[in-house]
Each structure stands twice: as C-alpha cells, then as structure tokens.
C-alpha cells in the first residue's frame, strides 16, 4: 500500500534575512539554529562563512533559496587582519603552524605587492575547503594526514587595498570580490608576495551581493534560550531583494509577454537600453517593465534570452525554457 505524501513539517516561511553571523559557528549551524527558531519548512544560506570569521550571512526561507545562486554570484566585501610570522596549515589561526619567518614586510612592500591580486587572477585554494578532489573534500583529505594537491582556479579580485597597520606584526586588508575567492589564500599569497609568511587572524564580511553588514541581524538577538519566543516573520525580506544589485533592462509590455513565453529577442532591438554594467557575453540582468520586476534574463550570443520568470500568483521565480532563436510558442 502506498504511503500518503506527507505534508512537510513547519511553517512555509518565504524571504530573506540578514544575519551577522559571530565567530566561532559554521554556516550549517546558524541555518539549522534559525530552522528551528523560526519553526520553518525550508531554510539555507547563500554564500559559507568559516567558523572563524563574522559578518554577513544571508539566510535563505522557502521561495528564496531558488535565488541562492545569483546572491553567491554578487559583490563581495571583506575585511581581514593578517598576521606575520606564522604560515598554518589552514591559512588562519586555528591552524598548525607548519613555517615561521622573522620578516616582517614594509607598507611599502606590501602596497607594490598588491597589484598582482587585483582582476582576474589564479588562486590555489586552502587545503582545508570544501573543494571536491576525485570525490572527497579537500579538508577531509587534509584532517586524514592527506596533503591534497591544490590546483589554481581562476579568481577575480575587483579591489585589494591595504587599510591600516596596527603594528609591525600585523595588516588589515579590505577586499571586494566575486565569487569562489578564498579570503585565506589572498593572505596567505600577499604576504609570501612581500617576503614573508602570514596567515589570517580575523575576517569580516561586510556585504554579499544587496545585502549590507548595516542591515545584518546579530544571531544572539534571533536564537535566544529554549523558552524565548520564535522571532517574527516580519523579520524577513522579500524574495526578490536578492536580486537587487543586478543591472536592470527596461522592458516594454509586449517585449515582456515574448520572453515570458520563452521567446528570445535580438539585443539590437534593445539599443541604447542595454545596461552599461552588464556583460553582452552571459550577463544577466533584471527585466523591468516601469517599476516591476518581470524576471531575470541573460544576455548571450547577441539575444537576450529568458531565465527566470515571475509567477504572479506567489511572488516567486519560476525557470523559463527559452525556445530556439526566431521560434515562437
């Protein structure tokens, strides 16, 4: 006899919220903690937090972990502190240190070494992250005794600046980046740059695509003792405020209808109406009729063909299967 479906468990919760996320506790464990907080059905994040680090984690209800991958494709800012002296095998200070140097770099030497981390770069990750290595996690591999070999993996690093020198055994960096670069890694790499070894002591993120370190909630102030009541609902963005931060096409009604019916129209016809921050080549952009959002379309091989659509019945974007070019529905 077949099973009935069951009804998923909680409350179907939909939006974003904006945690400041406090050192010490992974990504994971501030999703599940919120999870039950918020007696919710379905919750992630979008974009992992070390244990170490602090700052903005946007947690993802219902509807908008669908927009996870484009919150993790946007702007990153970070703030780190690096220290010298001590290279450690996880490039922070939870690490084992695995090489000590006496040298300490010169503002100077550290400014001249900086523009060869800026744009798009290769970057060897950490040997503790997540990446898959014929199957398994590197930092598994590297908790097992395994030295996994780390290949180089094109980064791109918008700004790098040196912020202030608290002393001589010390930096702190700001950094504004896409996505996949590893903050750890760029400490490491800048301080091997000036002639010496290092390894970050604390890490800030200050911003991941729309979502700001001004708006970020403290989590303590979200996750209080077993007997304190669920935080509210209102707490919660809407789902699209993901979205915010990406360029915005202009869109007429009957432009709209098209794509929403997975047609593809000839950038040509939107001359003069194309974004200037958005990329012909695989860009995506917003499509906005006047003041409403319509979806999210990519710009390629000189057409702008539909993704993702919004279904005016629950206020969520559903994907678009665009048709063959000059094809109609």
Avoid: C
């Avoid at 996880?90 to 550290?110: F, K, Y």
């Amino acid at each position: 006899m077949a099973r009935p479906n069951r009804k998923p468990r909680g409350l179907p919760l939909d939006g974003w919220l904006i945690v400041d996320k406090p050192s010490g506790i992974g990504s994971t464990d501030v999703v599940n903690k919120l999870k039950r907080a918020f007696q919710a059905q379905k919750v992630g994040h979008g974009g992992t937090l070390d244990p170490l680090a602090t700052g903005v984690l946007p947690i993802a209800f219902g509807a908008a972990t669908k927009m996870v991958p484009y919150v993790m494709d946007g702007t990153k800012t970070y703030r780190f502190t690096l220290r010298f002296g001590e290279l450690r095998d996880t490039d922070d200070a939870e690490g084992r240190v695995i090489e000590t140097s006496d040298v300490r770099p010169t503002d100077e030497q550290l400014r001249a070494a900086l523009p060869a981390f800026i744009g798009d770069i290769m970057q060897v990750p950490p040997i503790f992250s997540a990446i898959k290595i014929n199957g398994e996690r590197a930092y598994d591999l590297a908790r097992d005794g395994q030295i996994p070999e780390m290949a180089a993996r094109p980064a791109r690093v918008d700004k790098f600046e040196l912020e202030s020198r608290p002393d001589a055994d010390t930096a702190i960096f700001t950094v504004q980046s896409g996505k996949g670069v590893y903050m750890r890694s760029l400490a490491r790499d800048i301080a091997r740059a000036a002639g010496a070894v290092g390894h970050i002591a604390t890490l800030r993120r200050m911003r991941v695509g729309p979502f700001l370190e001004e708006a970020a909630i403290p989590l303590d102030k979200l996750v209080g003792m077993e007997d304190t009541p669920p935080p509210s609902p209102d707490l919660l963005l809407p789902v699209t405020t993901a979205l915010a931060d990406i360029p915005a096409l202009a869109l007429t009604e009957a432009e709209a209808a098209r794509l929403s019916h997975g047609q593809t129209i000839s950038m040509v016809d939107f001359m003069g109406r194309i974004p200037g921050d958005a990329s012909p080549d695989g860009g995506l952009v917003r499509a906005m009729a006047g003041e409403r959002l319509k979806g999210l379309v990519r710009l390629e091989s000189g057409r702008v063909r539909p993704e993702r659509w919004l279904s005016p019945g629950d206020n969520t974007l559903v994907a678009v299967q665009a048709l063959p070019d000059g094809e109609t529905d």
